[in-house]
């Protein structure tokens, strides 16, 4: 199979080019102003031509939940979430009894490659390690202490599939933990967490590689204690994730969060629930009821419960706020969600990459999308 995109504006890594994009089978083969000939050609008719984009926090969409442990659910957020221009995920669980969280993860481990939208990754584990005091919309009732025996009584043989797992640094027996996922090609990410900046920078030190939705449910930067948020921002190793929704974070302190983690160590997630793509109304996350009204998720208390923002719109927020060029907004998205994973082979337009594709328009609108070469 071999392909070509053409009269398409490609959006590389450091820069924006009006070449043609070769496709030979499921890779990019070559990006020049040759004209095609034996190609089959796809026209981009003056679209963005941009690398898909990965989410490496999102509950779910559509309707449709991770912890609903069925391939159905699975493939309806899949579909979702290409419509948003993601073209690889990672389903993320949540705080439940863990007998849940098991069925979950067996579910991603069966249905995995079967789904048929975005690509699965493996899963996210947001919790149950994590600290009552910022629970967020967490519950607290199932929250449990981070040992290995714990871990393993609902991931069992299924080590592979967990590529990401949030926890609060600050509870007995993390550093342990850390320490035993450090060569099992899992990040350990800071979350939900009442630490204090030296609790966090030992889980950092042991090897912990990222901060959970960046500012919302940990100890805030201040002058005499910087706080988990402090630790992530002075920390070369620490990836950063954002949720972009103009909800959770004011832009000015995603700004500074900006300046001192730099372009290429901020990701941008959705933290997105069921409810993403739907009509106001009410939803669940796990066991609790959430109202959305106005672009945002709440509990009946008020509290932010994750968040109903597409990934092209985050895009289009760093873009339009953040003081960044159209493929720095990207990269946020694509290149550097992928070094944040240890992931290689995707995120960038690159000869000997994945053809994970995206087109958008000026508003970064989805208007075509493409796994592996084909056309989705």
Do not use: W
């Not at 309707?63 to 957020?77: A, K």
């Not at 004011?250 to 983690?261: E, F, Q, T």
């Not at 960038?348 to 989805?366: H, L, N, S, T, V």
Request: with cysteine; glycine share 8%; charged share 25%.
């Amino acid at each position: 199979m071999k392909k070509c995109i053409v009269n398409g504006k490609l959006i590389l890594r450091d820069k924006i080019v009006e070449k043609n994009l070769f496709i030979v089978d499921d890779k990019i083969s070559e990006i020049s102003d040759r004209k095609p000939t034996d190609e089959e050609v796809v026209d981009a008719n003056g679209l963005y031509v941009s690398p898909g984009f990965i989410d490496v926090h999102t509950h779910g969409r559509g309707g449709s939940d991770t912890m609903y442990p069925t391939f159905e659910d699975l493939n309806t957020i899949s579909k979702a979430t290409l419509k948003t221009g993601v073209t690889s995920f990672l389903p993320t669980t949540m705080t439940m009894p863990v007998d849940d969280i098991a069925k979950a993860i067996e579910n991603v481990v069966v249905n995995k490659d079967k789904v048929e939208g975005a690509q699965i990754l493996g899963t996210h584990l947001e919790g149950p390690f994590f600290n009552k005091k910022y629970k967020g919309a967490q519950p607290e009732e199932c929250m449990i202490l981070p040992t290995v025996e714990n871990y393993l009584s609902f991931v069992k043989d299924n080590q592979e599939v967990v590529r990401k797992i949030s926890i609060a640094p600050e509870l007995e027996h993390s550093i342990e933990f850390i320490e035993y996922l450090k060569d099992k090609n899992t990040v350990v990410s800071l979350g939900h967490t009442n630490a204090t900046y030296e609790e966090a920078q030992r889980a950092i030190d042991a090897g912990a590689t990222s901060g959970t939705h960046t500012y919302n449910a940990m100890t805030p930067l201040t002058h005499r204690a910087p706080g988990v948020v402090g630790a992530v921002m002075i920390n070369d190793s620490v990836y950063a994730e954002l949720i972009l929704d103009g909800v959770h974070v004011n832009y000015a302190a995603a700004k500074a969060l900006l300046r001192a983690k730099g372009k290429d160590k901020i990701i941008l997630i959705t933290d997105s629930l069921e409810a993403a793509g739907l009509e106001n109304g009410k939803y669940l996350l796990g066991n609790q009821d959430v109202y959305v009204k106005d672009g945002e998720a709440r509990l009946i208390d008020g509290t932010l419960a994750g968040s109903i923002v597409c990934m092209n719109t985050a895009v289009r927020n760093a873009y339009q706020h953040l003081g960044l060029a159209l493929n720095e907004a990207v990269n946020l998205a694509s290149y550097n969600v992928a070094c944040s994973i240890n992931e290689e082979l995707i995120g960038e337009i690159k000869e000997g990459y994945y053809a994970d594709i995206i087109m958008f328009d000026e508003d970064i609108d989805i208007k075509k999308t493409m796994i592996k070469g084909n056309v989705k």
